[in-house]
């Protein structure tokens, strides 16, 4: 395994992008005013400014160095397991206490927030990872923590729920009965958006709260930045050659934080980039099959609207093992991205992924989240015979980096139904998904729009 330094500084990729992002759409309350969003300034900032570097916070530094820099390795055996060409890197994210990359932002909302004030953190979770990730961030900074899990999920994985408030986090199956956005939720419903859209409302409410969230917004894919700047280090010290970053996708965070200084990097340098590609579950399909649409980012209607790749918010995302890619939308910086052939996206069904965990699992004795798997699936196949992407076929000539954001000890249940031969893929509604997304505004390719927020 290969480490590197740990970054001073995280890396942004808003001024490498052609055009700047569509504004969001601010909806209007009850009373008639916009509905405010209680973000740190230094959150907005980092949002929507052109500025490529940020200092990480010394407080913050000394909470990563407790797990970073994370391990890089060439995974030969699972090369030799798959069929691989090429040689396949792996950048392991799971050794911390979360289980998972969502530590890295975590860590750094929960700085920014207990300076701004706040004595409470409020999210939703799906696979529990952010959940674990912001539960510990607010034990380090000692703010309150309260999260809604989507009930599937903890279900299926009630020691996630347990570790949690292991680490002092009030928790509540979503939907939890608790909010007025999960009664008027169909029965049945399970999603990660009326899990956010619960802890929305609650934090609203809740004097001293603000909600925050762990994957699609642009500070989280900047915090996430570190993945990349160690992998890019690490490579270079294995004098590694690779023309492919894969990560899982939900809302983005994972795969923006391993693929995108790569692009930074390569527009810096004039070169091109490797090929960026988002594996994401083929139960959620927003990358792959999904519009380019203004869209809410949860299920209460309130939050601000973006420009985002979505199968629409109102859509019933298919039950599936990989909760954290159970998002509808793809966060607006990886969504232009893709809206302008930057980055790439493949589908993937949770019998392969999970396929292809298993397989590491034997091959490099590591036991990736089934999300992770996604990830895997991908590297192989890039790796092997070739992917099919939006821009046509994908096949890695030198050598392919792939994120392993998490690890699967508390996702034990998926691999057993795999093994039990149990487990089956659960695909979209083409109907349903046309009926979520009929009332949505579609976004063209806009020039000369600036950064921030209309009403």
């Known amino acids: 395994m290969n480490r590197a330094e740990l970054p001073a500084r995280w890396r942004s990729v808003l ?6 992002l569509p504004p969001d759409r601010t909806p209007q309350s009850a009373g008639g005013g916009s509905v405010q969003v209680n973000l740190p300034m230094e959150l907005v900032r980092q949002s929507v400014q052109d500025k490529e570097y940020w200092d990480i916070p010394a407080e913050v ?10 391990p890089l390795w060439r995974a030969k055996s699972f090369e030799r397991a798959v069929g691989a060409r090429v040689p396949i890197y792996v950048k392991y994210e799971g050794g911390n206490i979360s289980g998972s990359h969502k530590l890295n932002t975590a860590l750094a909302q ?4 207990a300076r701004a004030g706040v004595r409470e953190l409020v999210s939703g979770t799906g696979a529990g990872q952010w959940g674990t990730a912001l539960a510990a961030a607010c034990a380090m900074f000692g703010m309150k923590c309260t999260i809604f899990m989507v009930d599937g999920s903890l279900r299926r994985k009630p020691y996630r729920g347990t570790l949690m408030r292991t680490l002092g986090a009030t ?11 999960a009664r008027r939720s169909e029965a049945g419903v399970n999603s990660l958006s009326l899990a956010i859209g619960e802890a929305v409302e609650y934090a609203a409410r809740t004097e001293g709260a603000a909600f925050c969230i762990g994957s699609g917004e642009t500070y989280s ?8 700047l160690e992998a890019a280090d690490q490579l270079a010290s294995l004098d590694a050659e690779i023309d492919a970053v894969v990560g899982c996708v939900g809302a983005g965070s994972n795969f923006g934080g391993i693929a995108l200084p790569f692009f930074s990097a390569a527009t810096t340098a004039g070169t091109e980039p490797p090929f960026l590609v988002a594996a994401e579950s083929s139960t959620t ?5 999904g ?3 203004y869209d809410h980012t949860d299920a209460t209607g309130t939050g601000p609207m973006e420009a985002m790749y979505t199968i629409g918010s109102s859509y019933p995302i298919p039950d599936s093992h990989s909760a954290g890619l159970r998002f509808h939308g793809a966060a607006k910086v990886l969504s232009s991205m893709r809206h302008r052939d930057q980055i790439t996206a493949t589908a993937v069904g949770q019998v392969e992924a999970l396929d292809a965990g298993s397989v590491f699992t034997r091959s490099e004795m590591v036991l990736p989240a089934p999300e992770s798997g996604h990830a895997l699936a991908a590297a192989a196949r890039i790796a092997g015979a070739g992917a099919e992407g939006n821009n046509g076929p994908l096949r890695a000539e030198k050598g392919v980096v792939v994120c392993v954001s998490g690890h699967g000890y508390l996702d034990l249940g998926a691999y057993q139904q795999l093994l039990d031969g149990e487990l089956t893929n659960e695909v979209p509604d083409p109907q349903a998904l046309h009926q979520a997304l009929g009332n949505l505004q579609r976004v063209g390719r806009l020039t000369g729009v600036g950064a921030g927020h209309e009403r």
């Open 291 to 293: 519009t380019y649409a």
């Open 285 to 289: 399909p927003k990358l792959t099959r």
């Open 15 to 20: 001024p490498h992008l052609v055009e700047q």
């Open 221 to 228: 894919i900047l915090h996430q930045s570190v993945i990349g």
């Open 61 to 70: 530094v000394d909470a990563y160095r407790a797990f970073r820099p994370t």
């Open 171 to 181: 928790l509540h199956a979503s939907p939890s009965g608790l909010t007025s956005v």
């Open 110 to 113: 929960a700085y920014y927030y």
